[in-house]
């Protein structure tokens, strides 16, 4: 028991050390240390599945007749590039966030909003005007910092491998956009948002969480009609086989839906996807040509000289994207599953009730003037600030616990709109669909189950085709 002594005093020492720390010295060190806890643990993780990606080359036999070899060769290669892309932009973006804390970036950035807004005539009482600059440069600023990594993402990886159908000139007119966009929505709301803590008395928590509810439902509603377009082309689904097949499905679930639509997403990239959005009695359906066999841009080979020998036509016919109609109807199926068993609006209470609880901890808490202290802000604390360091960094562990609380019920959703499907009669159906779509988005199908477990919003392909496969076999 001798040599275990010094190991406790140091302990102790630390202990005491820690203990005689200023309050505001322990929130920031509890705040970076967290941080790269979890960065660490994230990298753990990212390694175990990379270890797979690597060791991993021939198709796993219970796989034999889900994909070929040469599908999952390409498919390991894409998540291997995908992975270490991955862990040098988690290492930037970790590296950043702690030189921006240590050195002081936050107040930097907030005095150097005032002085701006001091230009323009606003004095420091125009705390919200502050603000608005404050949010402009800090936006502006992680835009930025963003590009290259974007950039590298979407012309190096996603070009290798097939998937990028962006120029340069589409991306940067893209970026712009968006950017523009986001501010026009994030300025406003923003500053009715701080009006509403500044003015709101001892209650402002329940009018600052209604006024966020009414945003993003508001938001939710227009986005598709207002947003989405500006960025990609919907075209209604033309008439025809298809539709009535999709208008006669929603009939037989009361799904309420009032408009289908085709996107352009081969303009952007070659993965797929179907999705719908509305609220009450106002539903509309939103497909992807790219996962529309019929519709898909990328399946209109040129056509050549009837001088084709038999075996360049199938081959051209096996490279072919997207699903049959059938198949697109099963994805439907699921994908109304989520609506029909209440998945999305049980999904809204949470998030509700979790923005709920958020500010009505940030009401406790924004009184605590060593918060601010801890990151630099001795004299003032302005109410933008606080909400940045408390939903930000305080509630960080909190939002670690339910957004892993919140896969794992994603992942149950997943399986309860694939029975879903399946009592719909399209259990065979959308089996096909989620191997075609796994084989055209490249998705790898075998995975470390720790990295699953923590990462998946939807379950593994083997587990979901295994769930689809126990219930045929009884039909």
Not at 418 to 447: C, H, M, R, T, W
Request: aromatic share 16%; glycine share 6%.
């Amino acid at each position: 028991g001798v040599m275990a002594l010094p190991g406790a005093l140091r302990e102790e020492r630390w202990t005491e050390l820690w203990a005689a720390l200023p309050a505001e010295r322990r929130i920031f060190g509890s705040v970076l240390l967290f941080s790269w806890a979890v960065y660490l643990w994230e990298a753990f993780l990212a390694h175990r599945q990379r270890r797979v990606y690597r060791t991993t080359t021939h198709v796993p036999q219970e796989l034999g007749q889900i994909m070929d070899s040469e599908t999952f060769e390409k498919s390991r290669l894409y998540q291997l590039d995908k992975s270490t892309f991955s862990f040098w932009s988690g290492l930037y973006s970790e590296v950043e966030g702690t030189m921006i804390l240590v050195c002081g970036g936050i107040p930097f950035l907030w005095n150097l909003s005032g002085q701006i807004s001091g230009r323009a005539g606003f004095g420091p009482e125009y705390e919200i005007v502050q603000s608005l600059i404050f949010l402009l440069l800090a936006t502006l600023f992680s835009a930025l910092t963003g590009l290259p990594w974007s950039l590298y993402n979407t012309f190096v990886i996603e070009e290798k491998h097939g998937f990028n159908q962006q120029t340069l000139g589409f991306f940067f007119k893209d970026a712009v956009k968006k950017f523009v966009v986001t501010q026009c929505i994030l300025l406003p709301v923003t500053s009715l948002l701080l009006y509403i803590i500044k003015i709101g008395g001892d209650y402002f928590f329940i009018y600052a969480w209604l006024f966020t509810l009414v945003v993003s439902l508001v938001l939710v509603t227009i986005y598709a009609d207002y947003i989405a377009p500006l960025f990609d082309k919907f075209i209604p689904l033309p008439e025809g086989e298809l539709k009535q097949q999709i208008e006669t499905m929603a009939k037989g679930i009361d799904f309420p839906l009032t408009k289908v639509y085709v996107v352009e997403g081969s303009k952007r990239s070659s993965h797929s996807n179907a999705y719908f959005y509305g609220f009450f009695k106002n539903k509309r359906i939103v497909l992807f040509d790219t996962l529309l066999e019929d519709y898909s841009a990328l399946n209109k080979e040129p056509v050549e000289e009837d001088g084709e020998s038999e075996e360049t036509k199938s081959k051209t016919k096996n490279k072919k994207q997207g699903c049959k109609n059938e198949e697109v109807l099963a994805v439907l199926g699921h994908e109304l599953g989520h609506w029909k068993l209440g998945h999305t609006v049980k999904n809204i209470i949470i998030s509700q009730m979790n923005s709920f609880l958020c500010f009505f901890l940030f009401a406790v808490l924004i009184g605590r003037k060593e918060l601010f202290a801890a990151f630099g802000f001795y004299d003032t604390q302005p109410t933008l600030i606080g909400l940045m360091i408390i939903f930000q960094f305080i509630f960080s562990p909190y939002n670690e616990i339910l957004s892993f609380c919140l896969t794992v019920l994603s992942r149950r959703f997943e399986f309860q709109a694939d029975a879903f499907a399946k009592e719909l009669g399209k259990a065979k159906d959308l089996y096909s669909a989620l191997i075609k779509l796994n084989k055209d988005n490249l998705g790898f199908p075998v995975s470390d189950w720790m990295f699953s477990m923590w990462h998946y919003s939807h379950p593994p392909l083997l587990e979901r085709l295994q769930a689809l496969k126990d219930s045929t076999k009884q039909e």
